[in-house]
């Protein structure tokens, strides 16, 4: 089982470029998180999907993001256009309810995005 | 509103010290709380959660509802413990997950 996968993992853009970054769950898991990872803080959630459903997108910036789950499996996250603020590590996990009736995240590795 | 505060960004100790990693909440109704680390150049990933009331990696933490507190303990460190470590709590009946801050253990020999 090779976990979350998300791609790219390092993502170099000039401001004003549009960025996309993919994540595959692990297999079976309905729900999918986004989290955004500044330099030196927790991560915070930007959108959750419940299948294809987003149920949580109260902390996404919807002027220049984006997310889309087609499908109910993977996801991509799009900024447009991408600003210097948005350099940070962005995060996918996704999760399934256990029989104990808990979520447990798994987390992908990540993508670094630096915006000159 | 809901927040997780971590006081320390960074806590060093040597190898064989206890350590005690802070978490503090604001959460008007019955929280999750969560540790999570994150190895060097490894994903982040669940250390113990409190309903499991378990020890992982010789860690415990115990929910102290009356202090709103949440620390992580673990009487003798190993360098293998150096990472970061993330507090969380999540919301009654949704997956969401808010994180404090995060704190750096560094175990030296």
């Known amino acids: 089982e090779a976990g979350v996968v998300q791609s790219p993992r390092y993502k170099i853009i000039e401001k004003k470029q549009p960025v996309a970054f993919w994540c595959n769950p692990i297999?079976?898991?309905?729900?999918l998180y986004w989290y955004l990872q500044n330099l030196g803080q927790g991560p915070e959630l930007l959108i959750r999907?419940?299948?294809?459903?987003?149920?949580?997108d109260s902390q996404l910036p919807k002027d220049r993001f984006s997310a889309e789950r087609l499908k109910g499996v993977d996801s991509t996250l799009k900024i447009q256009p991408a600003e210097l603020g948005d350099s940070a590590v962005y995060l996918c996990?996704?999760?399934?309810?256990?029989?104990?009736?808990?979520?447990?995240?798994?987390f992908g590795p990540g993508t670094r995005l630096t915006v000159t | 509103a809901q927040r997780v505060t971590q006081p320390e960004k960074l806590l060093s100790v040597f190898k064989g010290a206890p350590v005690e990693l802070k978490c503090n909440y604001s959460?008007?109704?019955?929280?999750?709380l969560f540790w999570y680390v994150q190895y060097s150049r490894q994903r982040l990933q669940l250390l113990l959660r409190?309903?499991s009331r378990e020890s992982i990696k010789g860690f415990t933490a115990d929910l102290n509802k009356g202090e709103t507190s949440f620390h992580l303990k673990k009487p003798f460190a190993q360098e293998e413990d150096s990472a970061m470590y993330y507090c969380?709590?999540?919301?009654?009946?949704?997956?969401?997950?808010?994180f404090g801050q995060g704190t750096t253990l560094q175990v030296k020999p």
């Open positions: 996990a996704s999760s399934s309810i256990s029989g104990t009736g808990t979520y447990e995240q798994y």
């Open positions: 297999s079976g898991h309905n729900t």
């Open positions: 999907y419940e299948n294809e459903e987003a149920v949580d």
């Open positions: 959460y008007s109704g019955s929280p999750e």
């Open positions: 409190h309903i």
């Open positions: 969380a709590l999540r919301k009654s009946n949704t997956g969401k997950l808010i």
